[in-house]
């Protein structure tokens, strides 16, 4: 019977382990108000895109600028008995040498001007404070991101300050954005050894490619770099977590959604051959030859991943061996049958 066989393609490729993982955010944040007090306005829209800020609260502002004109008015005060304590040492110098006054009075003149002027940046500082507190009542976006759901809503009156302030959204980043997945240790130690041998960055390298596909997606169209490698191993799992950083400019991905990743795991010499060349024998893949003597021989094969649209052959097979293209599913083409064998070719598509 005649078949097509052909030798097999020797090639070098590039290794991509693959993993499962999940999206998540670079930053999040609490937005929470520095200061008391009733919340007046609001300025955005639940779940709409914010930029580092912009206005998002407004908390009642009459008693912080009545606190501050307060502090302006200590301030003026506090002025005014500078200047006033000033003028008394200069005349305290003029009347010292004919004396008019004391040495003790005089000391006591530099004394209220030394106290009036520290009272003066006691005031000055108040003031700042109550300035700070009036700006603080206008609750700005910490940083660009999608927001949440209001979680109070304005005429409610809430708490700020360092503790118990109350949460009023959370905002997250999504551009760029995390993927996190988890490495075994078998692919971990393949790759510090592929490290000492020159062969590939070192663990936790922003020159190690990734590249991404979603749950709905076919293809890897996203690419990525690792930034960052745990420093020790699961004790539980037995895996170290990983992480990279991917753009997202158009916002598709998500914090929380999950997708495969392809890491960068090195290169190797392959032979490739199609698909359909390779049978399943319960466990076991095997793949057709053609010996010197035209008989079929069965040869158990360790497969790895398509490249080109062909299937990789790690071990079984030889750069010269002729492989059984066609024919497979007649019964004639079996172990021990004597064939006509064919020239065929084997063709690689390139990506």
Known sequence: MPVSVSEPIAKRVTQWDEYSGRFEAIATVEVRARVSGFIDKLHFKDGQWVNAGDRLFTIDKRPYEIAVESATADVARNKAQVDLADLQVGRGAALIGSRTITEADNDTRKSNLAVAKAQLKAAEAALRNAQLNLEWTEVTAP?????????????????????????????????????????????????????????????????????????????????????????????????????????????????????????????????????????????????????????????????????????????????????????????????????????????????
């Open 143 to 351: 940083l660009s991101g999608r927001i949440s759901d209001r979680k109070v809503d304005p005429g409610n009156l809430i708490q700020g300050g360092q503790q118990g302030a109350t949460l009023l959204a959370t905002i997250v980043s999504s551009e760029p954005i995390y993927f996190l997945f988890d490495v075994s240790e078998a692919d971990h130690l393949r790759y510090q050894r592929l490290f000492l041998a020159g062969e590939r960055a070192q663990a936790g390298s922003s020159a190690i490619p990734v590249r991404i596909k979603l749950t709905d997606e076919t293809e890897w169209k996203r690419t990525g770099k690792v930034d960052f490698v745990d420093n020790s191993l699961s004790p539980r799992s037995g895996t170290i977590r990983t992480r990279a950083i991917v753009e997202n400019k158009d916002h598709l991905l998500t914090p929380g959604m999950f997708g495969r990743i392809q890491l960068y795991g090195g290169q190797y010499d392959a032979l490739l051959i199609p698909d359909s060349a390779v049978i399943s024998d319960q466990a076991r893949k095997i793949v057709f030859v053609v010996g010197n003597d035209n008989v079929v021989q069965g040869r158990p094969v360790t497969l790895g991943p398509l490249v080109d649209d062909l299937r990789v052959v790690r071990d079984g097979l030889k750069p010269e061996d002729k492989v059984v293209l066609d024919g497979l599913a007649n019964p004639m083409v079996r172990p021990g049958a004597k064939i006509a064998p064919q020239k065929g070719q084997i063709t690689a598509k390139a990506k």
